[in-house]
């Protein structure tokens, strides 16, 4: 391991995209830590206390704890995410969008262009929210977060907040040309790592004072390493359709008599079916918030807790719903089909055409019942954890849900991207077994 460490800084290339990649990340964490003026910072956070564990502290957790110390960055790169999502949706029942998904180069700058468009305004609409709504009504002991909550202050957390995102998102793009990795996801996995250190000094707080005991650290330790394995078996699942091409002769050259696969994903959704759940299930808990003290409030936030059956049943059912839902919008398989009949492919057994589409449909919806099912129980099981160990939400949010998703997926794909820059120069990958033998160029 200590060689294969050594050849990522012996490649001139590669350590400069690591070590760019690693300068833009500390400029992100810096921006984290500015705050917008006007605010109170100290009265924020003993304010921001008791939101850890709603809508508000999983926008957080997101943005690396940005929101909660409202800086430069609190909106993060959610804006950028949200406004590609949008556009996404758009494609699969929007013909203009449809038109511009099959234009290729050109009509991917139109849809980039299309998608920085709707960050500035969706970035617009949540900063205005955040500073004129959010802000200026949180108090701590009678004291108000923002002192004088007037236009100017208005006008310019607008304009810093909406900088700060769009300033995240050219970060991002430059990670992805430069450095090493996708930006943008490296950008909300470092924020959500950031929470680590903190976690493990709450734990090291605890064992000093007997609070909690080895035995149980070691235990949870355990368990973090099997759901951590479990994640990774989640995001690699791939079931492999075989698909061969046949031989076609085009003047002196034969193209084509080769044997591939597709790669059906047991997860092709990712982590949007637990975002698009979790959105919802926040509804309940804010409507009781308008409703007051009365009997059907205090009904609906005992059902909506995390710590009741029904949200957990609810909760699940609907990730298994989005999963489908999402996946049929990732995946076409009448597109598929259409395009490996173009190309002279076909499934061995099965004929080209409807027959081929028929097929894989059956066997994407066949792969993702349980990929969904393993998705649903890696959402839950931080809170089923909350309850039985008796842990914060800080500490059991690294045990599944949506972060531990997001950290495996990116530092899968940034470690297979390494791999490819050592592969290329004939050096031994990280995830290799064997040795792969080779003339070493500088």
């Known amino acids: 391991m200590i060689?294969?460490?050594?050849?990522?800084?012996?490649?001139?290339?590669?350590?400069?995209?690591?070590?760019?990649?690693?300068?833009?990340?500390?400029?992100?964490?810096?921006?984290?830590?500015?705050?917008?003026p006007g605010v109170n910072g100290e009265l924020l956070a003993e304010a921001f206390t008791d939101m850890?564990?709603?809508?508000?502290?999983?926008?957080?957790?997101?943005?690396?704890?940005?929101?909660?110390?409202?800086?430069?960055?609190?909106?993060?790169?959610?804006?950028?995410?949200?406004?590609?999502?949008?556009?996404?949706?758009?494609?699969?029942?929007?013909?203009?969008?449809?038109?511009?998904?099959?234009?290729?180069?050109?009509g991917r700058k139109k849809i980039n262009q299309i998608t920085r468009y709707g960050t500035v305004l969706l970035s617009s609409m949540q900063s205005y929210g955040v500073v004129a709504v959010f802000l200026p009504s949180l108090s701590s002991n009678g004291l108000p977060?923002?002192?004088?909550?007037?236009?100017?202050?208005?006008?310019?957390?607008?304009?810093?907040?909406?900088?700060?995102?769009?300033?995240?998102?050219?970060?991002?793009?430059?990670?992805?040309?430069?450095?090493?990795?996708?930006?943008i996801s490296l950008i909300i996995m470092v924020g959500i790592v950031a929470a680590f250190p903190n976690v493990i000094l709450n734990e090291i707080t605890l064992l000093q004072e007997n609070v909690r005991g080895w035995l149980s650290e070691f235990i949870l330790m355990g368990i973090m390493f099997l759901i951590i394995c479990f994640v990774v078996m989640l995001t690699q699942g791939t079931r492999k359709i075989p698909v061969q091409y046949a031989k076609r002769v085009v003047g002196r050259k034969v193209y084509g008599g080769q044997n591939t696969?597709?790669?059906?994903?047991?997860?092709?959704?990712?982590?949007?079916?637990?975002?698009?759940?979790?959105?919802?299930?926040?509804?309940?808990?804010?409507?009781?918030t308008f409703l007051g003290d009365s009997d059907f409030s205090v009904m609906l936030m005992g059902w909506f807790s995390f710590e009741h059956p029904f949200y957990w049943l609810l909760f699940g059912?609907?990730?298994?719903?989005?999963?489908?839902?999402?996946?049929?919008?990732a995946f076409d398989p009448v597109q598929v089909s259409s395009t490996m009949k173009q190309q002279g492919g076909f499934i061995p057994g099965v004929r080209p055409g409807k027959k081929t589409s028929e097929y894989i449909d059956n066997i994407l919806t066949r792969v993702t019942l349980p990929g969904s099912i393993a998705l649903a129980f890696v959402a839950i099981f931080p809170?089923?954890?909350?309850?039985?160990?008796?842990?914060?939400y800080d500490l059991a949010s690294f045990f599944g849900g949506t972060s531990l998703l997001?950290?495996?997926?990116?530092?899968?794909?940034?470690?297979?991207?390494?791999?490819?820059?050592?592969?290329?120069?004939?050096?031994?990958?990280?995830?290799?077994?064997?040795?792969?033998?080779?003339?070493r160029r500088m």
Do not use: C
């Open 52 to 106: 850890k564990t709603g809508l508000f502290g999983l926008f957080n957790t997101f943005v690396g704890g940005a929101f909660e110390k409202a800086s430069l960055f609190s909106l993060g790169i959610m804006p950028y995410i949200s406004s590609s999502i949008i556009i996404q949706l758009m494609g699969s029942v929007v013909p203009y969008f449809q038109r511009l998904q099959k234009e290729g180069e050109a």
């Open 406 to 439: 997001i950290i495996v997926g990116v530092a899968l794909d940034t470690l297979q991207q390494i791999e490819s820059h050592l592969m290329m120069r004939h050096y031994d990958g990280f995830l290799t077994k064997g040795k792969i033998r080779g003339r």
């Open 317 to 329: 059912l609907m990730i298994i719903f989005f999963t489908y839902f999402y996946t049929a919008i």
């Open 145 to 183: 977060v923002v002192s004088n909550p007037g236009l100017m202050f208005i006008f310019t957390g607008m304009i810093s907040m909406v900088t700060g995102t769009l300033f995240l998102m050219w970060l991002g793009e430059r990670i992805t040309e430069r450095g090493i990795g996708n930006g």
């Open 3 to 36: 060689d294969k460490l050594k050849n990522i800084f012996i490649i001139p290339e590669l350590r400069q995209r690591i070590l760019f990649t690693v300068g833009v990340l500390i400029v992100v964490r810096i921006g984290a830590h500015i705050p917008i």
């Open 261 to 288: 696969h597709i790669p059906m994903r047991v997860n092709t959704a990712g982590v949007m079916p637990i975002i698009f759940a979790q959105s919802i299930m926040f509804i309940p808990s804010t409507l009781s």
């Open 383 to 392: 809170y089923i954890l909350m309850q039985t160990m008796d842990i914060n």
